[in-house]
T-cell receptor, first 113, second 111 residues
């Protein structure tokens, strides 16, 4: 089945140690998103790629970066994780302009020690 | 994007219809109403969306009032697997990528 895949599902890192989360999709969608969801809160958009065009949200910290080497893959890099970055990170895709419905992966839960 | 107001939590008996309300009084004419849900420890799942007319699909029905200031998501025969947080989101839809999630309604289906 076509889907959005996130690896790993659980990631533990140390305070200040760079970490990369990955997302892949078999939907061939041209838009990929990264959301951060902290405990008991709603998902919050960090940034998205429309094809190769990167779109950062104004309040996304510089500590968060993203790469999209091809249509299928997108990475979230956290350069120096702090304790406040512990959260669920959700990847989503959509296919513009045909639809804006977003399809989400299962998420990666990041723990910062 | 217009903001939405939803009850914090609701209960529904298994097998009954679950009716989840959403207020979006500042919605503009070209904004869509989207519903997503998030089952515990999973990513959000798209349910349905609409602009003016009522919509129905295999998962749910969406009733939008004539003035478009509120809507109701209806799960016709709720099951235990429908226990989740339900998000009502107003978005420009076509041409706009951003989904701004509110606090949502935590729906619990009671056996």
């Amino acid at each position: 089945d076509a889907m959005v895949i996130q690896n790993p599902r659980y990631q533990v890192t140390q305070f200040g140690k760079p970490v990369t989360l990955s997302c892949s999709q078999t939907l061939n969608h041209n838009v990929m998103y990264w959301y951060q969801q902290k405990s008991s809160q709603a998902p919050k958009l960090l940034f998205h790629y429309y094809d190769k065009d990167f779109n950062n949200e104004a309040d996304t910290p510089d500590n968060f970066q993203s790469r999209r080497p091809n249509t299928s893959f997108c990475f979230l890099d956290i350069r120096s994780p702090g304790l406040g970055d512990a959260a669920m990170y959700l990847c989503a895709t959509s296919s513009r302009p045909s639809t804006d419905t977003q399809y989400f992966g299962p998420g990666t839960r990041l723990t910062v020690l | 994007d217009a903001k939405t107001t939803q009850p914090t939590s609701m209960d529904c008996a298994e097998g009954r219809a679950a009716n989840l309300p959403c207020n979006h009084s500042t919605i503009s004419g070209n904004e869509y109403v989207y519903w997503y849900r998030q089952i515990h420890s999973q990513g959000p799942q798209y349910i349905i969306h609409g602009l003016k007319n009522n919509e129905t699909n295999e998962m749910a029905s969406l009733i939008i009032t004539e003035d478009r200031k509120s809507s109701t998501l209806i799960l016709p025969h709720a099951t235990l697997r429908d226990t989740a947080v339900y998000y009502c989101i107003v978005s420009l839809g076509f041409g706009n990528e951003k989904l701004t999630f509110g606090t949502g309604t935590r729906l619990t289906i009671i056996p």
